[in-house]
Each structure stands twice: as C-alpha cells, then as structure tokens.
C-alpha cells in the first residue's frame, strides 16, 4: 500500500520552495546593490562638486599668482 499524499515529500512544492527561497535571495541582492548604486551616486556627485570648487580655487590661486608676477615684474622694471 503506497503513503499518502501528506506524507510523501511532493517534488513540485519541494521546486517552488527552492524557487521562492531562491527569488527571496534575488530581491535582497536588488534591494542591497540598489542602496549601493545610490550610494555611490551620492557619493559621486559630492565629488565632482569638491573637484569643481577645487579646480575654482586652483584657478583662483593661478589668477593671484600672475598678477603678483606682473606687479613684480612692473615695479622691477620702475626701480
């Protein structure tokens, strides 16, 4: 006489357990690699704009830089 149903393992559910273990993992992985993404976005765009105000300054200095050089070179030639 064979088992009944409620005590031999049913390969099907046994195949949809595994696939929603499976689809569960999937959506934690998306979920976590899309806080991720976002994180690195942000991050992204904090640096660009510290590499802009960087390059601003830079430019700044380089600016004050020559005009030293040319009063220098202004007050070389008066004296």
Do not use: F, Y
Request: glycine share 4%; net charge positive; hydrophobic share 40%.
């Amino acid at each position: 006489m064979s088992a009944p149903d409620s005590v031999k393992p049913d390969p099907v559910k046994q195949e949809l357990a595994a696939l929603g273990a499976q689809v569960d993992r999937l959506l934690d992985a998306v979920r976590r690699l899309s806080e991720e993404n976002r994180s690195l976005r942000h991050s992204q765009e904090q640096l660009a704009n510290e590499r802009a105000g960087l390059m601003a300054r830079n430019e700044q200095a380089r600016s004050r830089v020559e005009a030293m050089i040319q009063r220098l070179k202004a007050l070389e030639n008066n004296g």
